[in-house]
DNA sequence: ATTATAAGTGAGTAATCACTCATAATATCA
DNA sequence: TGATATTATGAGTGATTACTCACTTATAAT
């Protein structure tokens, strides 16, 4: 019988299972990591995060580094894949509108862990190298077939590509890692207004 | 007479001035900081990238931390004065390309420090001040009026100042410290076309 | 029950780090 | 030319760190 399965009457302690302790480990060091920076943060402090043993992280990550490369790398795609059911009944213009929506929402969801794959992929190419694949790259090759569909239709002018999304993911990115802290936005605002408010400016532009 | 005055033929080793020692330290340890983070940088590493004793360093500098700063501060606004000799005759369209080139370039000779800024204003509130201080508050109160004037004159629509101006502080941004690296853009592009694109973005949108 | 395996523990370790300080080198002043 | 002040030096220091390992505890297999 499995140890785990049924209370019995016997006072014992009950481990977890070794999944568990990972995923535990997990947490604790994304949240470590976001708040001191991959060098900032020490192994002691995340294990007593993670109400483990410093040995323990050892057992389950062989370093530091590849807690930092585990921390980062599975997460990032799980919610990029939704939008991969392509609704190809949508225009292109309502095709952005969704895009932009569920990016602002991932963003958001994963702040921590993403402001830290920010951060330290200055600093070490794996990260780099998984952000781009991860992020930056998955959401270049969903759009653009939208875009050059919106194109040919005559709904959008025909500017070149990666110049106009480079644009279009700084304004994503910015308000999602920078804008509330250094602009002092109206937290009280939602995604869904902030994101048609994006929108409408990248569509239609500032001027008259 | 003062020692390092004029060349004489005695072979003696002459000393550089404090100041000149200082500037020597700071510029090193914006290199290696900008490399490999501040808390992956180390003391000595900088010291023998700028050429002197790690006891010297901190004849200059009494700890880590006050190096950093010292990076960090001065340079910031040097940049940004340019922009207060106000052109009063620009329309403001004008002034927002003259803005919008001004920063890139900005961006483009401090990218090594910018850089910096952004990854360690994650971790050191000083930093935080001084990156919205300098850079993004500076930006944001020099546009305000011209961004009116437009909205007045009938050139601009009438959107909400600070979430416009957080996109557009994004495409800047992005585009400096992310753009190249991530995206594989063209680097022979000048910066001059590059600000075409983005205002004609920003002023027109994507839709036709 | 007994044994075998897997998982957890935390004191110990060698390496590294920011910072100090006694000494030396250079510059300034009398 | 000395006397004094300023700056530079780098070996030394205590603290911290990632990682190890001998050992304990829990679970699975026989």
Redesign the interface.
């Given at each position: 019988m499995k140890s785990n399965e049924v209370s019995n009457n016997r006072e014992i302690p009950r481990r977890k299972t070794a999944e568990q302790r990972r995923q535990d480990i997990l947490e604790a060091a994304l949240k470590i990591f976001a708040?001191?920076?991959?060098?900032?943060s020490t192994t002691a402090e995340i294990a007593r995060a993670a109400e483990v043993a410093e040995g323990t992280i050892f057992r389950h990550f062989s370093t530091k580094k590849e807690l930092l490369i585990a921390v980062l790398e599975p997460k990032i795609l799980e919610g990029l894949i939704k939008l991969d059911k392509e609704y190809s009944e949508d225009t292109p213009?309502e095709f952005f509108r969704r895009f932009l929506k569920n990016r602002m929402e991932l963003i958001k969801d994963n702040e921590a862990l993403i402001?830290l794959m920010?951060?330290e992929a200055?600093?070490h190419i794996e990260v780099?190298e998984s952000?781009?694949k991860g992020i930056?790259?998955q959401g270049?090759s969903i759009i653009r077939p939208w875009f050059e569909k919106?194109v040919e239709l005559?709904?959008?002018?025909a500017?070149?590509f990666?110049?106009?999304?480079?644009?279009f993911?700084?304004?994503?990115?910015?308000?999602g890692l920078?804008?509330n802290?250094?602009?002092?936005?109206s937290p009280e605002?939602t995604i869904e207004e902030?994101a048609d408010?994006?929108l409408?400016?990248?569509?239609?532009?500032?001027?008259?």
């Open positions: 708040e001191k920076g991959y060098n900032g213009t402001r920010f951060a200055q600093y780099r952000l781009f930056l790259g270049i919106g005559g709904d959008f002018r500017l070149p990666l110049p106009t999304m480079q644009s993911m700084g304004m994503i990115m910015f308000y920078f804008g802290v250094f602009l002092g936005l605002k902030a408010h994006m409408d400016l990248f569509l239609h532009g500032l001027a008259r």
